[in-house]
Each structure stands twice: as C-alpha cells, then as structure tokens.
T-cell receptor
Framework: DTGVSQNPRHKITKRGQNVTFRCDPISEHNRLYWYRQTLGQGPEFLTY????????KSRLLSDRFSAERPKGSFSTLEIQRTEQGDSAMYLCASSPTARANTEAFFGQGTRLTVV | QKEVEQNSGPLSVPEGAIASLNCTYSDRGSQSFFWYRQYSGKSPELIMFIYSNGDKEDGRFTAQLNKASQYVSLLIRDSQPSDSATYLCAVNSGGSNYKLTFGKGTLLTVNP
C-alpha cells in the first residue's frame, strides 16, 4: 500500500496523559499536513511541513501540541496533558512536489478519545 | 476569516438522479478548489479538483467553478447508493498554496 499511513488507528487515553501519533506520507511527497476533524465539522488545518521544516502552525495548535518531521519523511504529532476537548480524528495528508495547487491525499486518520 | 460554506443537508436523491452539491467561499484570491468524499468513520478521499472557471468532467462527476460569483459545485450524474457519503468542499486560499480550508460538508443519501 503506497498511500498515507497513520498509526495508531484508534487511541483511548485518560485525561492528562500524553499521546503520540505517527504519519508516513506517500514516499515522493515532500509536503505533509496535519488536520483535526470533530463530529459534524470539516477538517481544520493544524500544521504544515515542507521536508523537515515546519512552515506554519495554526492558532488551534496550543503549547500542548508539538509536531516533528525530523528527516523529512515520517512525522509525529504529540499531545501533552490531554484534555477531553482534544477528542477528535487527527488526519495526516501529503502532497507532491513544491508547486502551486497541489492536491492533498489523506491517511486513514487516528481517532483519539480522551476519557 | 476565510470561510467555506456548503449547502445545508442532508440531501436525499433517488438512485439514477443527479445530485447537486454547492459551495461558496469568501476569499476572492482563492486559486484552487477540491471536492472530497468522506464515508462515515473514514478519512476524506479526493474525488475532483478544479482550478479554472468552467466545467471539469470526470466520469459521473462534474465540477463547476465560477470565480466571479465565488461559487463551486459538484454534480453527480446517475447517482448510486454507493455515492451516499458526506461531500466536503475545500479551498486553497490565495495567500497559501498548501493550506486547505474546508466546509462542514453536505451529507448525501442516494435511495435505491
């Protein structure tokens, strides 16, 4: 399977715990994005990487959230001290070479439930 | 605040009919427009993109773009029960060629 891969698919955690999600983009894609989607809403942009550089972070991304893409390949999204409001689907997407108007392809998502 | 608005659903059509999904956007500088299909509990799947005014056809799907009216639509001809899903409109705003702003989606149900 050469699509965007996310792990884990589901995560249930207790409030206050830390969680980390992983995303493996399509291999030739140098752009990687994280989005968050809650029930009944469209995905909301969180952050964007071009290769290993994190070029934009949304104001939605509080200090408890951190994302990395250390070697310009896979990426991780960590949430520290989780809150119930963090419960959502976390979606990773990637798109090909740095040109305008590129289409983004999404992974299967990680559904986080904070109890 | 850059916004993307989609016609409120749910939309219900009989099998074989044409389903029409509409989207308006607020950022006049927007450059590119995407339609994603999302089945319940699954991630969005890209089905169409359009960059220029006019129509773009791909099989049973036609995307229509009118930048002057800030309007983009998706027509699904010969609708099938398997088309039942939420359809998300997404827009790259003019200042960013990578970040997508999504609408809330329109739930389409195709009745056999």
């Amino acid at each position: 399977d050469t699509g965007v891969s996310q792990n884990p698919r589901h995560k249930i955690t207790k409030r206050g715990q830390n969680v980390t999600f992983r995303c493996d983009p399509i291999s030739e894609h140098n752009r990687l994005y994280w989005y968050r989607q809650t029930l009944g809403q469209g995905p909301e942009f969180l952050t964007y990487f071009q290769n290993e550089a994190q070029l934009e972070k949304s104001r939605l991304l509080s200090d408890r959230f951190s994302a990395e893409r250390p070697k310009g390949s896979f990426s991780t999204l960590e949430i520290q001290r989780t809150e119930q409001g963090d419960s959502a689907m976390y979606l990773c997407a990637s798109s090909p070479t740095a040109r305008a108007n590129t289409e983004a392809f999404f992974g299967q998502g990680t559904r986080l439930t904070v109890v | 605040q850059k916004e993307v608005e989609q016609n409120s659903g749910p939309l219900s059509v009989p099998e074989g009919a044409i389903a029409s999904l509409n989207c308006t956007y607020s950022d006049r500088g927007s450059q590119s427009f995407f339609w994603y299909r999302q089945y319940s509990g699954k991630s969005p799947e890209l089905i169409m993109f359009i960059y220029s005014n006019g129509d773009k056809e791909d099989g049973r799907f036609t995307a229509q773009l009118n930048k002057a009216s800030q309007y983009v639509s998706l027509l699904i001809r010969d609708s099938q029960p398997s088309d039942s899903a939420t359809y998300l409109c997404a827009v790259n705003s003019g200042g960013s060629n990578y970040k997508l702003t999504f609408g809330k989606g329109t739930l389409l149900t195709v009745n056999p």
